[in-house]
């Protein structure tokens, strides 16, 4: 049987060869939310945008630009997100980051719990 769970839907947006603690900042992110217990998170590469800076990036045929905006994002409860959200700032990492309430549920196969 599906359940609907309510939580929040937390992104994070930061680019390519952005780094923190030596690593990939999208790369540390998604360790930092599993090392913490959180249930799934996915990094996503835009292939066009701009950022607080307003300058425009996008993927071209031959060359590749490669500082392209990453967003990381996660499906949780609040208290995992603010929990999440407390972590990364006191880490002192250099991103924006979007939270929204959200619906979510597990089709198929459902693990015992969420």
């Not at 780094?19 to 900042?25: E, I, R, T």
């Not at 066009?48 to 590749?64: A, D, I, N, S």
């Not at 006191?90 to 980051?97: H, I, L, Q, R, T």
Request: aromatic content about 10%; proline content about 2%.
């Amino acid at each position: 049987m599906e359940s609907t769970h309510q939580g929040v839907q937390l992104s994070f947006y930061t680019h390519t060869r952005a780094h923190h603690d030596g690593k990939l900042v999208y790369e540390w992110l998604l360790e930092h939310a599993r090392s913490h217990g959180i249930g799934g998170g996915s990094a996503f590469r835009a292939i066009c945008g701009f950022g607080r800076h307003g300058v425009l990036r996008e993927e071209q045929f031959f060359e590749l630009a490669d500082d392209l905006a990453i967003k990381v994002e996660f499906l949780l409860s609040e208290a995992q997100a603010q929990a999440l959200l407390q972590t990364v700032r006191e880490s002192g990492v250099d991103a924006v980051f979007a939270i929204a309430p959200a619906s979510f549920g597990i089709l198929g196969k459902t693990p015992n719990s969420l």
